[in-house]
């Protein structure tokens, strides 16, 4: 996994702090959602792409297109941060994304994380996956579930993509970070869920 450019240092106790860190694997590329950042983070991914590769502008553009309107659609949920797995092995790209999402509870007192779980398994999908887990940072509400997605327009055929949800209380607030990772790998689902757990552990809170 890649390194931070400098060591993180955990905030005081109950002091908010003013930002956090991930280690994602080499691979994983970073797309800023704020508007007056998104396009630059685009414009450097389909260049990246793209790379000496010069006889494919409409290939190009749509990719350019697809990533502008998965951004935007990520910052109208509230997101701050999405990550894109451009990992190679071999000839193929492991498909796989994580939306970092920041959100406040409506109410100023702190909700419990097993009355949040509790919630979370009431409300969500059959077959879901919801744990109260120890991190790095502290615990947090893990989730998992296969997501049903429409038919491939390649294939027609429907599949069901793998998510792993970690909502980790923000120290000092009411506030809960949201990592949500998808992938629709299913014959290697809990590999990438391993993947997931990992990343998840390394957040730090950082002054």
């Given at each position: 996994m890649?390194?931070?450019?400098k060591?993180a240092?955990?905030?005081q106790a109950?002091?908010?702090?003013?930002?956090?860190?991930?280690?994602?694997p080499?691979?994983w590329?970073?797309?800023?959602?704020?508007p007056?950042e998104?396009e630059k983070?685009v414009?450097a991914?389909?260049?990246?792409?793209?790379q000496g590769?010069d006889?494919?502008?409409?290939?190009k553009e749509?990719l350019?297109?697809?990533?502008r309107?998965?951004?935007?659609?990520?910052?109208?949920?509230?997101?701050?941060?999405?990550?894109l797995?451009?990992?190679?092995?071999?000839?193929?790209?492991?498909?796989a994304?994580?939306?970092?999402?920041?959100?406040?509870?409506r109410?100023?007192?702190e909700?419990p994380?097993?009355?949040l779980?509790?919630?979370?398994?009431d409300g969500?999908?059959?077959?879901q996956?919801?744990?109260?887990?120890?991190l790095t940072?502290g615990a947090?509400v893990?989730?998992?579930?296969?997501v049903?997605?429409p038919?491939?327009?390649?294939?027609?055929?429907?599949?069901?993509?793998t998510?792993v949800e970690?909502h980790?209380p923000?120290p000092?607030?009411t506030?809960?970070l949201?990592?949500?990772?998808?992938t629709?790998?299913?014959p290697?689902?809990?590999?990438?869920?391993?993947?997931?757990?990992?990343?998840a552990?390394?957040?730090?809170?950082t002054?």
């Amino acid at each position: 996994m890649t390194n931070p450019d400098k060591a993180a240092r955990q905030p005081q106790a109950d002091a908010p702090p003013s930002d956090y860190r991930l280690l994602l694997p080499d691979g994983w590329f970073r797309i800023l959602l704020d508007p007056d950042e998104r396009e630059k983070s685009v414009a450097a991914l389909v260049e990246r792409q793209f790379q000496g590769i010069d006889n494919a502008p409409h290939l190009k553009e749509g990719l350019r297109k697809d990533l502008r309107n998965r951004a935007a659609k990520a910052h109208r949920s509230g997101g701050i941060e999405l990550y894109l797995s451009l990992q190679e092995v071999g000839p193929f790209t492991i498909p796989a994304s994580l939306l970092v999402t920041l959100a406040p509870l409506r109410h100023a007192e702190e909700l419990p994380l097993d009355a949040l779980a509790r919630a979370l398994a009431d409300g969500g999908p059959a077959g879901q996956e919801v744990s109260v887990e120890e991190l790095t940072s502290g615990a947090a509400v893990r989730v998992r579930k296969q997501v049903a997605q429409p038919a491939d327009d390649a294939t027609d055929r429907a599949y069901a993509s793998t998510s792993v949800e970690y909502h980790v209380p923000v120290p000092g607030t009411t506030a809960f970070l949201l990592l949500s990772f998808s992938t629709p790998l299913e014959p290697l689902a809990d590999a990438m869920a391993g993947l997931f757990d990992a990343v998840a552990d390394s957040l730090t809170w950082t002054e």
